[in-house]
């Protein structure tokens, strides 16, 4: 049981390049979740989903794209990188809402220059 | 506007003595909340929650007390330990699909 892993841990990507940040999960959980984390800062919510082939934003999704579909696989994509989105992006899950304990991943750290 | 808000971002305590990391928020429609810690490197991990109907919730040596009225909730760890080091971020829900977190507090156990 791999619980949630994210891939990859780390990538530099140059201006206006696009990638995606892949985040697979093998607790058949329901809800999934992608955060931001900038230094000295708690993470932020960017794009979440309850279930194949239902996504909605966070509190940041500008710039970044999802899409759900399957129960396991939540990649998030980044159109047209800028150097505001160098930061720590960590993917969750969770069997059912918010009130739940969220499992996270170990995390993808992004530098874009 | 910092919903949930943690103003220590650090905190020094001796091996043995207790922990105190504190959380205040500003949604008094928030009703659930929740404890992570996050080593360097690793993504946080649950460590203890609490529904706004209680006022103290307790499991082996973390306790987490909230007081609804101050808005105010705190984690109390009893006896700290060095492998407890790491980054403490509170959450807060308001029944929604989504948690809000606070900026953490990096907490150093020393011997």
């Known amino acids: 049981n791999a619980g949630v892993t994210q891939t990859p841990k780390f990538r530099i990507l140059k201006i206006g390049q696009s990638m995606t940040l892949q985040c697979t999960q093998d607790?058949?959980?329901?809800?999934m979740y992608w955060y931001r984390q900038d230094p000295g800062m708690g993470l932020k919510l960017i794009y979440y989903?309850?279930?194949?082939?239902?996504?909605d934003k966070g509190e940041v999704p500008n710039g970044y794209n999802v899409s759900r579909s399957t129960t396991e696989d939540f990649p998030l994509r980044l159109e047209l990188a800028a150097p505001s989105q160098t930061s720590v992006y960590f993917c969750?899950?969770?069997?059912?809402?918010?009130?739940?304990?969220?499992?996270f991943g170990p995390g993808t750290r992004l530098t874009v220059t | 506007d910092q919903q949930v808000k943690q103003n220590s971002p650090s905190l020094s305590v001796q091996e043995g003595r207790i922990s105190i990391l504190n959380c205040d928020y500003t949604?008094?429609?928030?009703?659930?909340f929740l404890w992570y810690k996050k080593y360097p490197a690793e993504g946080p991990t649950f460590l203890i929650s609490?529904?706004?109907?209680?006022d103290k919730n307790e499991d082996g040596r973390f306790t987490v007390f909230l007081n609804k009225s101050a808005k105010h909730l705190s984690l109390h760890i009893v006896p700290s330990q060095p492998g407890d080091s790491a980054v403490y971020f509170c959450?807060?829900?308001?029944?929604?699909?989504?948690?809000?977190f606070g900026t953490g507090t990096r907490l150093q156990v020393f011997p």
């Open positions: 989903s309850v279930g194949a082939g239902i996504t």
């Open positions: 609490i529904s706004s109907i209680k």
């Open positions: 969750a899950s969770s069997p059912t809402r918010g009130k739940d304990e969220q499992y």
């Open positions: 949604n008094s429609m928030f009703d659930y």
């Open positions: 607790m058949n959980h329901n809800y």
């Open positions: 959450a807060a829900s308001e029944d929604t699909d989504k948690l809000i």
